[in-house]
């Protein structure tokens, strides 16, 4: 009746087992260490820049704990301060011989010190939030009214091409606000304006109204292509935020959307905030130009000769030096869009361009000019340039839709995609909410809320012990196999553990032994109806099962609304709260049934069961049913 199969018994020891394994490294504490990221957006960090750090450590006589590429970061842990202020020099030299102008950002950072086997099985700690490590928040706002007022203007020059190339005369075309206005003298020539609106910019709606003797058509985004363009305002501006901060070396920066117009940036670990609002104020532009193709420019590409009069020498990415004309073709003023593709013969992947349409009227007639020759496309960051890419025109290009393609992969079209669009903010911002939190005041909270949960684990604990007697005891490792298991969760996850966080554990806690009050509870109620302690036992977990089943499913509900509703701090709890429930339900139900199985199953003869007084009103005495 009370017996559980082998398999059972080996799933609830695997459990254990997984659970220990991804909650050893949350014990391990920080230690000391080195990254290295990139500074440029298109410089990447991959396993040769690894291999640089391993060889500048060896050559300085510096002997690393371990140094891995993790993400788009290499990091080299060591074991002092000294030795780690030692080793960022000696990488600083070898990957910043210019330090005008850094490929790489080699910042001072704090990592586990978990043993290298628990990395191997990607066993990691959780992530600490800003109010438990410290650093800088801000709050940015973005205009979204300049991001529709940028594409109403790049609206307003497609239509004057289109116009134009359809032989449709009108009165003039200016921009009113969000909206585009178009004047015509006649019926005939709004209804073919109409029309041309109608075939060849689906985004935009129209409507007419007499102006004395002409008449004018307004312009306007529909309601649907609206959203599209301030959604894709608010993620490029992401993404920019996002290279930029690679530059501060944060080991694990936050970057979240919070309602339609603004982002949240955390960086943990930060303390100078002027260096964080310069670093995300900066800008980059975009510039095309066409390679210079001369006897003395190939010469100079492969460092036999000067770079020619009237021509400039940049870097592309695998670095090929690249010798192009100071004369620049395009900006990324011109530039609507960039996404990434296939072509449809070759199936080869493809990064697509947008221009608008003063970009589309030079790019056609250039691309005419110069087919069979190269054109570049040139980052600049920080007054410094980089050949993001450097194609072959094959024909002419008319109609403002550029692809490039070549020997790229799937990956490096994102990620050309990605530079192309994020080289500068698609509409602004400004910060409307900033502060720090020292680094004193997040291990203070770290302590005071560590503290919290065990002194409340404790407590329950000794309560469940005494009132409840074994079963208290089986409660009580119950609910720390809750705990156990909650943390390897985030862990395993990757979860940033905050303040709200830990205060959604300690609630955990509370609600994970409100499932064993009510097993033990039921248990009492059939020892006082005289049934045998071994069906007593069976029938409690059974008839529990339900009540405890419809309690935490209406919490967890309350506590997915807070998910889906909620934003920052408050989502912050409902991740931990809603994995807390998951858990407690397991460990409530299933471990200490098991636990309670293998103590008394065996027991064919049982006469009495450890779980405290067990009063019998009928009888007006109690009888105690202990051991």
Known sequence: MNRYPVWKYAILVIVMLVGILYTLPNFFGEAPAVQVSSAKATVKVDAAVQQRVEDALKAA??????????????????DTPDTQLKAKDAIQKALIPDESDPSFVVALNLISRSPLWLKALHANPMYLGLDLRGGVHFMLQVDMQAALTKKAESYAGDLRTALRDKGIRHGGISRDGQAVEIKVRDEATLTAARNLITDQFADLQSTSVADGSEFK????????????????????????????????GVAEPVIQQQGL??????????????QAKRILGRTATLEVRLVDEGTEARAAETGRGPVPFGSERYLERNGQSVIVKKQVILTG??????????DGQTQEPTVNLTLDAKGSRIFRDITRENVGKRMAIILFEKGKGEVVTAPVIRTEIAGGRVQISGSMTTAEANDTSLLLRAGSLAAPMEIIEEFTIGPSLGADNIDRGINSVVWGLIAIAIFMCAYYMLFGVFSSIALGVNVLLLVAVLSMLQATLTLPGIAAMALAIGVAIDSNVLINERIREELRAGVAPQAAIHTGYERAWATIFDSNVTTLIAGLALLAFGSGPVRGFAVVHCIGILTSMFSAVFFSRGLVNLWYGRQKKLKSVSIGTVWKPEAGTDVAKTN
């Open 61 to 78: 006589g510096v002997t690393p704990d371990f140094v891995a590429l993790e993400g788009a970061s290499v990091r080299a842990r060591f």
């Open 333 to 342: 003023e011109n530039l609507t869009d960039a996404q990434p593709g296939f």
């Open 261 to 274: 117009d603004r982002i949240v940036v955390q960086l943990p670990g930060v303390q100078d905030t002027a």
């Open 217 to 248: 058509l307004r312009v306007t985004i529909k309601p649907e292509a609206t959203r599209q363009v301030q959604d894709q305002a608010l993620k490029q501006n992401m993404v920019t935020l996002h290279n930029r901060i690679n530059e501060l």
